[in-house]
């Protein structure tokens, strides 16, 4: 299963990268979210590990994440996964003119168990509406920050 959302952001993609690569502010625009936290020493790059606890219908799951790809103001990717299935998260962004960025949520799930893989068509509209949230979130707290690069 594929999960693709696209959002337009009315600030340039310094400003949405900024947010997109400040791991503390997935809190604010991810409302799933309990923790989003980088676990591995020095600088966020590729390779970096990242804790994620998500609260998904009453309980918690809790991911080990890796940061797979690092392209200031274009592209943040991630590889996580728990016991029933693994993911990608690809986060890229697109000049759109006028100072505006076209951001494309593209995450793949992969199912590992039997009851992952029977439930996951059941699941696309649930996981798309809640990727529709994210990027409408993260709009208007990108837009609600001003500009913020120089």
Request: proline share 6%; hydrophobic share 45%; aromatic share 8%.
């Amino acid at each position: 299963m594929r999960i693709v959302e696209n959002v337009r952001i009315e600030c340039p993609p310094a400003d949405v990268w900024s947010v997109i690569a400040d791991l503390d502010t997935h809190l604010e625009w991810r409302p799933a979210l309990v923790e989003f936290r980088q676990v591995s020493e020095g600088p966020l790059a590729v390779g970096s590990e990242i804790r994620e606890v998500l609260r998904w219908r009453g309980r918690e799951l809790v991911l080990a994440d890796v940061v797979t790809v690092f392209d200031p103001e274009r592209h943040f990717g991630i590889r996580g996964g728990w016991k029933a299935a693994d993911f990608d998260l690809d986060l890229t962004l697109e000049p759109a003119g006028d100072g505006a960025t076209v951001v494309t949520f593209d995450w793949p799930l992969y199912p590992k168990s039997f009851l992952m893989k029977a439930v996951t068509p059941l699941l696309r509209r649930t996981m798309g509406r809640a990727t529709a949230e994210e990027a409408a979130l993260l709009k208007a707290y990108v837009e609600g920050r001003g500009a913020v690069s120089n």
